[in-house]
């Protein structure tokens, strides 16, 4: 049942202009597929699969079946000193699926939890092996690891920078953004050639700087999400890959987006043939149904830190972290019936499938209009991006993004670019509707 009799009075949004919203609220009540319903009975179609989150589609029923199959036989238990048989066979399931010998899962509730939970894995790691200097992290400009302090401190969003500047942890530096608008401002499918080498800058100023011996990890999304669908040049991750092997340094994917298909593999780890030495995920593990991330571990770090207490007693805890909610039965059952689902239809495949119509949609239909200085696509996922309105950067993207949802379709916009990224059960029908209904929106905001 809908309820329609609420007031909007109570909840603080976020990261949403709230003054904004209330004078024009975008409010669903029902999704189904590819399509939401609004409060006032209108169907829009999910251009973003609901940030990034609902790769099988909306309303998928074997993952509803699981959730209330699991609610009558398991609803909760305790995360610490015990655990769940689905917490163990999802973490199984993940495991299977991730590259290499990423096989130990520490489960948490977000991203953004996922990215704190891998940098103090970070820490643990080399204190186990008596590097406990090793303090220093890398992230990149413009990365975005989530909310938390240290995916804050290691991301590079001016915004946060900002508001929270001052209270960020202290030994972070960051790789300079990966984008190049003269050169590479358009690319359909493909990495970017550069005949610049970015990783240099790595080498010859931030290691030097701070030692290598003493940095702990380099963090990086392989591709650059939330800033906008940024992709790296050709060979930088395995170039990455390198620099942190040859200094002992850690290797994180953040893989909240990247990961579970939207590239039309598992993992980006898998498309770029590069593994991390910690993967976190967030989205599309449960079809966005319920909160569930994690950080995928390989099997050096759970066996250091584990070696390093061999003479504690046994009951001394060997990593002190953990949320009250890590692994919750409800939110496993519903990442192990998604995984069957992505699995079983074959949805990586769908989505590098209808990836490439995408690309060619987007890039046939978007580039040469007014105000539009490049198309990124890559995977299930595309961006146009817009010059911004002297002195209001966003406003441009913002004012399309209102527009389209007012003509049936949910984009995302990330600074002046605006964001595709459906669910990969999408049909090439949908994909020509959204991308007509942006381009057409483009023209209107000329
Ligand atoms: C790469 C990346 N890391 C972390 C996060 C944070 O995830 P959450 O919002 O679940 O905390 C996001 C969210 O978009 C993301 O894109």
């Known amino acids: 049942m809908v309820n329609q009799n609420f007031s909007r009075g109570a909840q603080w949004l976020p990261f949403t202009p709230n003054r904004s919203f209330q004078k024009d609220p975008r409010v669903f009540v029902a999704a189904d597929g590819m399509f939401f319903t609004t409060q006032d009975g209108r169907k829009v179609l999910d251009g973003i699969s609901s940030l990034w989150c609902v790769g099988a589609g909306h309303n998928r029923w074997e993952i509803n079946e699981a959730i209330k199959q699991q609610l009558d036989t398991l609803d909760y238990a ?11 066979e999802a973490a199984e399931r993940i495991a299977a699926l991730a590259p290499g010998d990423l096989n130990k899962v520490l489960f948490c509730n977000s991203g953004s939890e996922a990215a704190d939970t891998a940098l103090k894995v970070a820490l643990a790691y080399h204190r186990a092996r008596g590097e406990g200097h090793r303090t220093v992290f890398i992230g990149r400009e413009r ?11 290691v991301g590079g969003i001016p915004a946060n920078r900002k508001a929270f500047g001052p209270a960020l942890l202290p030994r972070v530096d960051h790789l ?68 942190c ?25 898998d498309y770029y043939g590069v593994v991390p030495d910690m993967l976190t995920f967030a989205k599309c593990v449960t079809n966005g149904v319920i909160p569930l991330g994690g950080v995928i571990c390989r099997d050096k770090l759970y066996d250091a830190v584990m070696d390093a207490h061999r003479d504690s007693p046994e009951h001394a805890i060997e990593f002190f972290h953990g949320y009250t909610y890590s ?24 989505a590098a499938q209808m990836g490439r119509v995408l690309g060619d949609a987007m890039h046939s239909e978007l580039k040469g209009l007014p ?46 670019s605006l964001v595709l990224a459906p669910a990969y059960i999408v049909e090439p029908t949908q994909i020509d509707q959204m991308v007509s209904v942006l381009g057409a929106s483009i023209r209107k905001h000329a």
Request: hydrophobic share 45%; net charge negative; glycine share 12%.
């Open 245 to 269: 092997d040859k200094h002992g340094i850690l290797l994180i994917f953040d893989e909240v987006i990247t990961g579970f298909g939207r590239l039309g593999t598992a993992f980006g780890a």
């Open 78 to 88: 305790t995360a610490f000193q015990a655990s769940n048989d689905k917490a163990f």
């Open 371 to 416: 105000h539009v200085i490049g198309v990124r696509t890559l995977g299930l996922a595309g961006a146009v991006e817009l010059a911004s309105l002297p002195g209001l950067a966003g406003k441009r993207a913002y004012d399309i993004f209102m527009d389209c949802f007012h003509q049936g379709v949910l984009v995302r916009s990330a600074g002046d």
């Open 143 to 153: 990365a975005y690891h989530g909310v938390g302090f240290g995916g804050m401190s």
């Open 176 to 243: 300079r953004f990966i984008h190049d608008p003269v050169d590479h401002a358009y690319y359909n499918g493909v990495e970017p050639e550069w005949d610049e080498d970015l990783l240099l800058e790595l080498e010859n100023r931030i290691l030097p700087l701070h030692d290598p011996s003493n940095i702990a990890a380099v963090i990086v999304e392989p591709v650059a999400g939330s800033a906008g669908w940024y992709v790296p040049p050709r060979g930088y991750l395995k170039r990455l890959r390198e620099i």
């Open 327 to 350: 692994g919750h039965p409800v939110a496993c059952a519903a990442a192990i019936a998604t995984l069957d689902v992505l699995r079983n239809d074959k949805l990586f495949e769908r």
